[in-house]
């Protein structure tokens, strides 16, 4: 809509990320130097529950001569993504339940040179992650590649691991302390605003509160992927928190 900060809202949303991962645009660096390594500069992207629409962003600063189609089904993130890239002819967006089994029928091509995700697949369990990497294993062309930036937790280092998150939530409770936006604060400003409050609102009618999937191990997506018809599958990046997994069919 008119009038609507569109940038000041996907500034917001970057922000409101930080908080839980300070290192993010890291991350985004690293995948993006794996798409150029594996793609070259002017890859034809589909940005896998794009939320926002943050990867494409990124993407078409670093690519001017790249395309993305975002695909997602939260009707709030999308408006934000629909409103920033608003003109700009490199951009699809393309609403679609990524658990429904014809999802990829909505999508404008059959093959991409680079599918991307971030922060987004670990809401879904481990069976329904399964088929998705399969349908992927379609979409990807010969010698393109598939990244999944997000939270895998390796269960055979419990020391570690309560160790490193009691270490990020001290650093949080003390930024949220000082005014940061947490996930629920993000919400409750953008139930508020007339031109997302609806949106928002058929969101939690969709997803309810933000729940967490089976969250596997990096090693447990290496081989789905393999086994779904990748090639190879490593992490190319890791945080303390979060792995950036690489997959090339």
Request: aromatic letters at 8%.
């Given at each position: 809509?008119t009038?609507?900060d569109?940038?000041?809202?996907?500034?917001?949303?970057?922000?409101?990320?930080e908080?839980?991962m300070?290192?993010?645009?890291?991350?985004?660096?690293v995948?993006?130097?794996?798409v150029?390594?594996?793609?070259?500069?002017?890859?034809?992207?589909?940005?896998?529950?794009?939320?926002?629409?943050?990867?494409?962003d990124?993407?078409?600063?670093r690519?001017?001569?790249?395309?993305?189609?975002?695909?997602?089904?939260?009707?709030a993130?999308?408006?934000?993504?629909?409103?920033?890239f608003a003109?700009?002819?490199?951009?699809?967006?393309?609403?679609?339940?990524?658990?429904?089994?014809?999802?990829?029928?909505?999508?404008?091509?059959?093959?991409y040179?680079?599918?991307?995700t971030?922060?987004?697949?670990?809401?879904?369990?481990?069976?329904?992650?399964t088929?998705?990497y399969?349908?992927?294993?379609?979409?990807?062309?010969?010698?393109?590649?598939f990244?999944?930036?997000?939270?895998?937790?390796?269960?055979?280092?419990?020391?570690?691991?309560?160790?490193?998150?009691?270490?990020?939530?001290?650093?949080?409770?003390?930024e949220?302390?000082?005014?940061?936006?947490?996930?629920?604060?993000?919400?409750?400003?953008?139930?508020?605003?007339?031109?997302?409050?609806?949106?928002?609102?058929?969101r939690?009618?969709?997803?309810?509160?933000?729940?967490?999937?089976?969250?596997?191990?990096p090693?447990?997506?290496?081989?789905?992927?393999r086994a779904?018809?990748?090639?190879?599958?490593?992490?190319?990046?890791?945080?303390?928190?979060?792995?950036?997994?690489?997959?090339?069919?």
């Open positions: 809509m009038g609507t569109w940038a000041g809202w996907q500034q917001s949303w970057d922000r409101q990320q908080w839980y300070p290192d993010r645009e890291e991350r985004f660096r995948m993006l130097d794996m150029e390594a594996l793609v070259g500069p002017k890859p034809r992207i589909l940005d896998l529950a794009c939320g926002t629409g943050s990867i494409t990124r993407a078409l600063k690519f001017p001569e790249a395309t993305s189609v975002g695909v997602d089904l939260d009707p993130l999308l408006a934000i993504a629909e409103g920033y003109g700009d002819e490199r951009v699809t967006f393309v609403t679609a339940d990524l658990k429904d089994p014809d999802w990829t029928a909505r999508l404008p091509h059959d093959s040179d680079a599918v991307l971030a922060t987004a697949l670990h809401w879904l369990h481990s069976e329904p992650l088929a998705l399969g349908q992927l294993a379609g979409l990807v062309r010969d010698g393109g590649v990244m999944n930036a997000d939270h895998m937790i390796d269960g055979t280092t419990p020391r570690i691991n309560a160790a490193e998150r009691a270490q990020r939530h001290a650093r949080m409770d003390l949220k302390a000082a005014g940061v936006l947490d996930w629920a604060d993000w919400w409750a400003l953008a139930a508020k605003d007339p031109v997302l409050a609806e949106p928002t609102a058929r939690f009618e969709l997803y309810g509160e933000h729940a967490d999937g089976d969250m596997p191990s090693a447990w997506h290496a081989d789905a992927l779904a018809g990748f090639g190879e599958a490593r992490a190319v990046w890791a945080s303390p928190s979060d792995t950036l997994l690489l997959a090339v069919k």
